[in-house]
């Protein structure tokens, strides 16, 4: 069973930058595709990002493309997602999910996740 622990989360103003970490408790991790999801009150919880397990491959939401990387250190276990030019509509709670098993953007599809780390962006 991974564990997965996301961090970085916080309050920006509307235009700054912030970087989540998840950091995950076991090696295997290194071999899962990994997304980042986002749920604000009352809505959906949607795909912001993912990446394949060598890294050599991302994915997008169309409203984060431009603003938002998605990395990983697999020597450390730990994918990263960079967050730029942040608007208040991202304000959500952020999770990071492993181990899809379909599509990167269906979070059915994944087998492990984090409990979250809070962004706020105020205006």
């Known amino acids: 069973q991974v564990q997965l622990v996301e961090s970085g989360g916080g309050l920006v103003q509307a235009g700054g930058s912030l970087r989540l970490s998840c950091a995950a408790s076991?090696?295997?991790?290194?071999?899962?595709?990994v997304g980042w999801f986002r749920q604000a009150p009352g809505k959906e919880r949607e795909f912001v990002a993912g990446i394949s397990w060598s890294g050599s491959s991302t994915y997008y939401a169309d409203s984060v493309k431009g603003r938002f990387t998605i990395s990983r250190d697999n020597a450390k276990n730990t994918v990263y997602l960079q967050m730029i030019s942040l608007k208040p509509e991202d304000t959500a709670v952020y999770y990071c999910?492993?181990?899809?098993?379909?599509?990167?953007?269906?979070?059915?599809?994944?087998?492990?996740w984090g409990q979250g780390t809070q962004v706020t962006v105020s205006a």
């Open positions: 076991d090696r295997t991790f290194s071999t899962y595709a």
């Open positions: 999910a492993a181990h899809p098993r379909g599509s990167y953007a269906s979070s059915v599809a994944y087998s492990y």
